[in-house]
């Protein structure tokens, strides 16, 4: 269930400016903003213009003194959000430690890292946009091929679970070349076996599928299981490891229809 706060407190003449296009005038908001954005917010966030702005803006004297105290001393800013979610008191302290878990878990991390745990997260949560900008973010940032083998195995999974099977192959493909690792292999050939079947349900060309998958990159099709994908290429894998050969392609091949069939409604 939502809820719906009142800004019962002074709001501010000048916003706190957090990132393009989202500005902030009360605390309410300011506690908000760092709930729902743990993984996110970076640790230079809890500066002195923070501090001042808390001060001069909110008339938040006291708090602004302990965030400037601990920030001093050296403590994190997975502490100085615990201090502020704390002060709101819109949060219950379940929800507050963890949030600071969140945080305390991406501060561990390096940068690569972290933008690699933040797309994991919002993969999850079905926010393919941001989980994919997170993701180049950490290809960027790490030369370890391990590493990297992993995020492109997860860019395949983003885009499967948009029905975008031949970008999701690529990626696959890429990831497998980058990191060996035979997961990513038998994902790129599931990935194969589903653009194949979308191509024999519409009609289509490869080539035609290619564009349609690029064209659907801009509309991003709803999927109602975005786990589906995944727990399927679980099952498939135990099929196969077991030796049951039959029992591996009539899996495979129920899995395609329900695909295509799924394919279809989302178009």
Request: charged content about 25%.
């Amino acid at each position: 269930m939502s809820r719906m706060w009142i800004c019962e407190g002074q709001l501010a003449e000048k916003p706190l400016a957090v990132n393009a296009g989202v500005n902030l005038y009360s605390f309410e908001e300011v506690c908000y903003y760092l709930y729902q954005n743990a993984e996110s917010v970076e640790e230079s966030f809890y500066n002195e213009a923070l501090c001042q702005w808390l001060s001069d803006e909110l008339g938040m004297e006291e708090l602004a003194a302990a965030i400037r105290e601990g920030i001093e001393a050296g403590q994190s800013g997975g502490w100085c959000m615990g201090q502020i979610l704390a002060a709101g008191g819109l949060y219950s302290h379940k929800e507050i430690t963890k949030a600071v878990s969140i945080v305390q878990s991406m501060e561990s991390t390096g940068p690569a890292q972290r933008a690699k745990l933040r797309g994991d997260r919002l993969l999850r949560s079905g926010k393919y946009r941001k989980a994919w900008i997170e993701y180049q973010k950490a290809l960027e940032e790490e030369s370890d091929l391990f590493f990297k083998g992993r995020v492109w195995h997860n860019l395949g999974t983003l885009y499967a679970r948009q029905f975008l099977f031949a970008a999701a192959g690529e990626c696959y493909k890429r990831a497998y070349e980058i990191g060996q690792q035979t997961v990513s292999s038998e994902a790129y050939l599931f990935a194969l076996a589903c653009m194949d079947g979308a191509s024999k349900e519409l009609g289509l060309g490869g080539a035609a599928v290619r564009r349609q998958n690029q064209l659907s990159a801009h509309n991003s099709a709803v999927v109602q299981n975005p786990g589906s994908i995944d727990k399927a290429l679980e099952e498939l894998r135990e099929k196969k490891v077991s030796g049951d050969r039959a029992g591996y392609e009539d899996m495979l091949e129920n899995l395609l229809l329900k695909l295509r069939l799924e394919y279809r409604k989302s178009e």
